[in-house]
T-cell receptor
Framework: DSGVTQTPKHLITATGQRVTLRCSPR?????VYWYQQSLDQGLQFLIQ???????AKGNILERFSAQQFPDLHSELNLSSLELGDSALYFC???????????????FGPGTRLTVL | AQSVAQPEDQVNVAEGNPLTVKCTYS??????LFWYVQYPNRGLQFLLK??????LVKGSYGFEAEFNKSQTSFHLKKPSALVSDSALYFC????????????FGSGTKLNVKP
């Protein structure tokens, strides 16, 4: 058990809908990462937050957004869902002091999103 | 284009033999390099990283990787494979000058046979 929790574990929804995925980092970790893993696109980095602020942005679609709250949990919002958004979404956390990105990342179990 | 290549979709090795999983990268400036492992039904795990310093990096479970700047490679190695090492391995590169640029390879499935 990595100490990172993600809810829900599975999510089935329809095209055009909006969903929110939730991630709670390990206690003490300030940084949260979101990743998407799909058969088509492989594993992709979406976005990183550090202590409530956006730190880096990867291949995240405009229909997707994320935020990190004062208690450091993070949510990934996916809207206007398309069939191609079906994927496994992982959250990871790390300690990270200041500008360093050298800390080990700990991954959650993932949320499997199925868009019908 | 900046990217990561894992040229082998699958690597087969006998238990007790050394293993190598290959990774080459292309990124502007200094790279931060990572290996992750994904076990079935157990999610993704961080294995090791190269940030700076010694080119030989040691990680979890007896794995190590060597950063070779001239060949832009970061191959994962283990002297003696275990059946329990069978999993999907991902190499990743992040540009030191731009954290937005964080790319993963397509993954290599490692099969270790008894």
């Amino acid at each position: 058990d990595s100490g990172v929790t993600q809810t829900p574990k599975h999510l089935i929804t329809a095209t055009g809908q909006r969903v929110t995925l939730r991630c709670s980092p390990r206690s003490g970790d300030l940084s949260v990462y979101w990743y998407q893993q799909s058969l088509d696109q492989g594993l992709q980095f979406l976005i990183q937050y550090y202590n409530g602020e956006e730190r880096a942005k990867g291949n995240i679609l405009e229909r997707f957004s994320a935020q990190q709250f004062p208690d450091l949990h993070s949510e990934l919002n996916l809207s206007s869902l398309e069939l191609g958004d079906s994927a496994l979404y992982f959250c990871a956390s790390s300690v990270e002091f200041g500008i360093a990105i050298t800390d080990t990342q700990y991954f959650g179990p993932g949320t499997r999103l199925t868009v019908l | 284009a900046q990217s990561v290549a894992q040229p082998e979709d699958q690597v087969n090795v006998a238990e007790g033999n050394p293993l190598t999983v290959k990774c080459t990268y292309s990124v502007s400036g200094n790279p931060y390099l990572f290996w992750y492992v994904q076990y079935p039904n157990r999610g993704l795990q961080f294995l090791l990283k190269y940030i700076t310093g010694d080119n030989l990096v040691k990680g979890s479970y007896g794995f190590e990787a060597e950063f070779n700047k001239s060949q832009t490679s970061f191959h994962l190695k283990k002297p003696s494979a275990l059946v329990s090492d069978s999993a999907l391995y991902f190499c990743a590169v992040r540009a030191a000058y731009n954290f937005n640029k964080f790319y993963f390879g397509s993954g290599t499935k490692l099969n270790v046979k008894p």
